[in-house]
């Protein structure tokens, strides 16, 4: 069966069309730029997708779009597929499912209705995610379609580790809560550290995951199932990430609000958008261009480094403290899995819970690789994320044979 994966935004929708038989990506892409007078398709396919098309257009809606993806899936030159018939399910990333989903669902009305009451815990993306959804029940009617929510490998955290400590009624009411994210992430490179550690004879109860992007999270694993992660109920909590200054004391928001005449809504965006590495270096919000700057002597750069490393190292003390131990630290996502000395950096002064690097493992880039030291008693290893496949799976359990 081939799957096509769909990551819809407001304004772009990413695609990947994986064959299930080997797992392989077939062709993907991005259509940008939607609603807006002008836009763009750029379509990978070919051996490891190297070859590429694109066609400037103008996408009207998320609807136009999928057809114009659809059109250059079955392209006599560019194509991939014969027809789209040959396409058996589509998967979606959904960003929020509240406390509605543990996990994945078949789309039916049910599931709509699930994911528009979401949208005020959400109101970025989920509305678009929805948009995606039915647009390729437009255009692919009677094509099984599969919802994969962010949030639903975070929601067996017990309420000690979810709940704020803000009155029950805004709970009750609202459901404020920590939610999370990153959770395909989460599960998909957990399970494969479960399975290599058991492999290997190592013990996998209990397990730290770093998914160390432009957007940063953590979680605490026990015996495969979430217990406590960083992010909350926006992915704004947390580590210190790109452009997002990761938790704060509230009052920080009053503070700069007043002091600079904005909204609350204006200053979140300032948190969200002008913070974390961007905001402290006063470089980039990318950390490839941090180090640089670091290097080249700029002191804001390496204080945005030190704070980022910091924060990450605070939380998986944390989260050995909460789970009573520790037996694995996984790396992942673009820094996670590609900037070796970000990660020894994390590492600095953990030797008290057994973690240790080996720094000539530790030059591993993108691949999957053990990278403590011989004898440590807790394993560190290096695991690439892939957030698609994860999506592609559970559309094929959810589908197959319907």
Not at 129 to 155: K, R, S, W, Y
Not at 337 to 347: H, T
Request: with cysteine; charged share 25%; proline share 3%.
């Amino acid at each position: 069966m081939k799957i096509l994966v769909i990551n819809a935004g407001s304004s772009s929708l990413k695609y990947q069309l994986i064959d299930m038989d080997t797992q392989l990506v077939v062709a993907k892409g991005l259509a940008e730029r939607i609603g807006m007078d002008t836009g763009k398709l750029t379509h990978k396919y070919g051996r490891d997708c190297e070859e590429k098309f694109v066609v400037d257009t103008c996408f009207k809606d998320h609807t136009s779009a999928i057809q114009l993806v659809l059109e250059a899936l079955v392209d006599k030159d560019h194509g991939v597929i014969a027809d789209v018939k040959e396409i058996g399910a589509v998967g979606h990333r959904v960003l929020h499912g509240g406390d509605k989903f543990t996990a994945s669902c078949i789309v039916d009305d049910a599931c709509k209705k699930a994911i528009r009451d979401c949208f005020p815990l959400g109101p970025l993306h989920n509305p678009a995610n929805l948009q995606g959804i039915l647009a390729c029940e437009a255009v692919m009617p009677g094509t099984p379609q599969v919802a994969v929510f962010d949030t639903a490998f975070h929601q067996t955290m017990p309420p000690e580790a979810y709940m704020y400590g803000i009155p029950m009624e805004y709970y009750k009411k609202y459901a404020i809560r920590r939610y999370g994210f990153h959770g395909t992430s989460h599960r998909f490179v957990s399970g494969r550290a479960i399975e290599i550690l058991k492999a290997n004879g190592k013990k996998a109860d209990k397990i730290v995951i770093c998914h160390l992007g432009n957007g940063s999270s953590l979680s605490a694993v026990v015996n495969g199932k979430c217990v406590d992660t960083s992010m909350g109920l926006t992915p704004l909590e947390g580590v210190l990430m790109g452009t997002r200054s990761g938790s704060l004391d509230p009052a920080v928001v009053e503070c700069i609000a007043n002091n600079e005449h904005m909204t609350v809504t204006e200053t979140l965006n300032v948190l969200n958008k002008k913070s974390g590495l961007l905001g402290i270096s006063g470089a980039s919000s990318d950390m490839r261009d941090v180090n640089k700057a670091a290097e080249e002597g700029n002191k804001d750069a390496q204080l945005a480094l030190d704070m980022w490393a910091y924060g990450i190292r605070k939380y998986i003390g944390a989260y050995a403290a909460a789970m009573g131990g520790i037996d694995a630290l996984i790396f992942t996502a673009g820094i996670g899995e590609n900037d070796a000395a970000g990660r020894a950096k994390v590492c600095e002064g953990l030797s008290f819970l057994g973690i240790e690097i080996d720094e000539a493992k530790n030059k591993v880039r993108g691949e999957e690789a053990c990278i403590s030291k011989d004898g440590a008693p807790v394993q560190v290893w290096v695991i690439p994320t892939n957030e698609e496949l994860a999506i592609a799976l559970d559309t094929l359990a959810l589908t197959e044979g319907k």
